[in-house]
């Protein structure tokens, strides 16, 4: 079958021919339909994040995949050949989350083998192509706003980075009830998109009246909570800059860039707290398909195009180069 593989000892990406895996004890095989092109997979490919736990040196990437079940292992109950799924973009071995895609073979193939438990039935009127990305690219955002943040409804929230989290954001934020939901972002194209999803105001984070913009869309109170989804040092100074009292600022996108808070007297007596996030539960994933199926939220709009599995290395171009500036591509095999 073909796959997306990666050497990381010697940071090569191909498309290549490799022997069909076969659903063990335990699991379950599935036909791939579609799967996501994440930035973390871009990242990977240039080194910039290694795998931990990966056994040898190469590893099938893609943490975001939908398809049909065609083979069930031994002991699997609940699950039949043709079923329509999406996989978990992790489990658990011994107490470690293993991270599909990074440290085990992911779904930038035409087939993929999965551990029972990490397999979600989908509603049949959720195409594959929207499926695929939930596990991280809406997962990700959602468990940043109910688990950490703990977004609390008519609240003004901002996010920085209206990208392929930022914009799920945004969408999320409008389910449940933050307001006003003002999005930030250096892209005319981001921020006229981030308004199409929800927003109620969208800014340039260079606007020389930035401060004054936040504050009048606030009451003057300032925001509630802010999120750096962008992983950009300035982006966290700005944030903090323009939160209330009691405001949180939640760190999702990723950077090693030293966080500094020019005014710590000023954080401390608004009792303002900074909190780090990573990834979301696997109930989360099932939250947000009650959403899908309870027609709360819809992803058509977040597919930027598919591209053929042949051309997973185009398609980790284009979303680095930011062409098109892609919320999700999407590989069919
Ligand atoms: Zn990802």
Not at 97 to 126: C, K
Not at 182 to 202: K, N, S, V
Request: a negative charge.
């Amino acid at each position: 079958m073909l796959a997306g593989r990666l050497d990381v000892s010697t940071g090569t990406f191909a498309v290549e021919e490799i022997a069909e895996p076969h659903a063990g004890p335990g699991q379950v095989r599935i036909a791939v339909k579609a799967a996501g092109v994440c930035l973390s997979d871009v990242h990977l490919i240039q080194g910039v994040i290694k795998p931990l736990l990966l056994p040898g040196d190469s590893v099938t990437l893609g943490h975001e995949t939908a398809g049909v079940i065609d083979e069930i292992g031994d002991g699997v109950t609940g699950l039949t050949v043709g079923q329509r799924v999406l996989l978990q973009a992790g489990e658990e071995r011994d107490g470690v989350v293993w991270t599909r895609g990074v440290d085990y073979d992911g779904g930038w193939a035409e087939f993929a083998v999965a551990t029972a438990g990490t397999v979600v039935p989908l509603p049949d009127s959720l195409p594959f192509e929207q499926a695929c990305f939930i596990p991280d690219a809406v997962s990700t955002p959602w468990a940043a706003i109910v688990e950490t943040a703990r977004v609390a409804p008519a609240r003004p929230v901002g996010v920085w980075g209206v990208g392929g989290l930022g914009a799920h954001a945004v969408q999320l934020l409008r389910v449940i009830g933050a307001a006003p939901v003002i999005a930030i972002d250096p892209l005319p194209a981001a921020r006229e998109r981030a308004l199409a999803f929800g927003a109620d105001l969208a800014l340039d984070p260079a606007d020389p009246v930035f401060a004054t913009r936040v504050k009048e869309a606030t009451r003057g109170r300032g925001l509630s909570y802010a999120f750096d989804f962008a992983g950009v040092a300035p982006v966290r100074e700005q944030a903090a800059a323009t939160m209330a009292r009691g405001g949180r600022l939640i760190l999702v996108g990723l950077t090693d860039q030293p966080l500094t808070i020019t005014q710590g007297t000023h954080f401390s007596y608004l009792k303002q707290q900074i909190l780090g996030h990573y990834g979301s539960q696997p109930e989360h994933v099932l939250e947000l398909l009650d959403l899908v199926a309870g027609g709360r939220v819809e992803f058509s709009r977040s597919v930027s195009g598919a591209l053929r599995l042949a051309d997973a290395a185009e398609a980790v171009r284009r979303l680095d180069a930011k062409e098109g500036d892609p919320i999700r591509l999407v590989l069919v095999p």
